[in-house]
T-cell receptor, first 116, second 115 residues
Framework: NAGVTQTPKFRILKIGQSMTLQCAQD?????MYWYRQDPGMGLKLIYY???????DKGEVPNGYNVSRSTTEDFPLRLELAAPSQTSVYFC???????????????FGSGTRLTVV | GDSVTQMEGPVTLSEEAFLTINCTYT??????LFWYVQYPGEGLQLLLK?????DKGSNKGFEATYRKETTSFHLEKGSVQVSDSAVYFC??????????????FGKGTLLTVNP
């Protein structure tokens, strides 16, 4: 099924460890986004990409890095994990134009990360 | 900057009750408005959307009308079911490529419907 695939679904990290959250979409969407969801805070944008080779910071980029070497993949890297990065992470994608009648955005099912 | 303010939760209703979740927004440009729903343990799903003033989005018995004069997009349902229990997010995106179509979310409203 076409969509956004995130792996892993769950992960526990120790403080100071690093990891990469994977995100892949098979819809040929140009735009991709990483959000984090904290209880009672809604979703905050971490990083986004408007196409392969182009990335930019969102509201809360500190402690994270991204790359976009292909249209399909948009991994999120955590270096030196901290307890403040305990959250649920969602990847999303959308096509380049707002297509009337379409839902626009497609979200992955999320990665629940705990840093201890 | 752009922002979305939605009703604080949690909201608890009995089955078949009427639901309203308020949402207001501020935007630097002309936004499209969305309601997303998140069921327990799942990702976000688009519930409905509206792209211009006075548009009404509707889906699964839920409705919301884009009111430019009051900068609002309140979610309503006439008769809720237990299966509607979820977190509801109001969101906006600006209708310009320069915005890179980023979504700005409200904090979410947890709805619990009891039988």
């Amino acid at each position: 099924n076409a969509g956004v695939t995130q792996t892993p679904k769950f992960r526990i990290l120790k403080i100071g460890q690093s990891m990469t959250l994977q995100c892949a979409q098979d819809m040929n969407h140009n735009y991709m986004y990483w959000y984090r969801q904290d209880p009672g805070m809604g979703l905050k944008l971490i990083y986004y990409s408007v196409g392969a080779g182009i990335t930019d910071k969102g509201e809360v980029p500190n402690g994270y890095n991204v790359s976009r070497s292909t249209t399909e993949d948009f991994p999120l890297r955590l270096e030196l994990a901290a307890p403040s990065q305990t959250s649920v992470y969602f990847c999303a994608s959308r096509p380049p134009l707002f297509i009337q009648g379409s839902g626009g955005y497609t979200f992955g099912s999320g990665t629940r990360l705990t840093v201890v | 900057g752009d922002s979305v303010t939605q009703m604080e939760g949690p909201v608890t209703l009995s089955e078949e009750a009427f639901l309203t979740i308020n949402c207001t927004y501020t935007a630097t440009g002309y936004p499209s408005l969305f309601w997303y729903v998140q069921y327990p343990g799942e990702g976000l799903q688009l519930l409905l959307k509206a792209t211009k003033a006075d548009d009404k989005g509707s889906n699964k018995g839920f409705e919301a009308t884009y009111r430019k004069e009051t900068t609002s997009f309140h979610l309503e349902k006439g008769s809720v079911q237990v299966s509607d229990s979820a977190v509801y997010f109001c969101a906006l995106t600006l209708n310009s490529g320069g915005s890179n179509y980023k979504l700005t979310f409200g904090k979410g409203t947890l709805l619990t419907v009891n039988p």
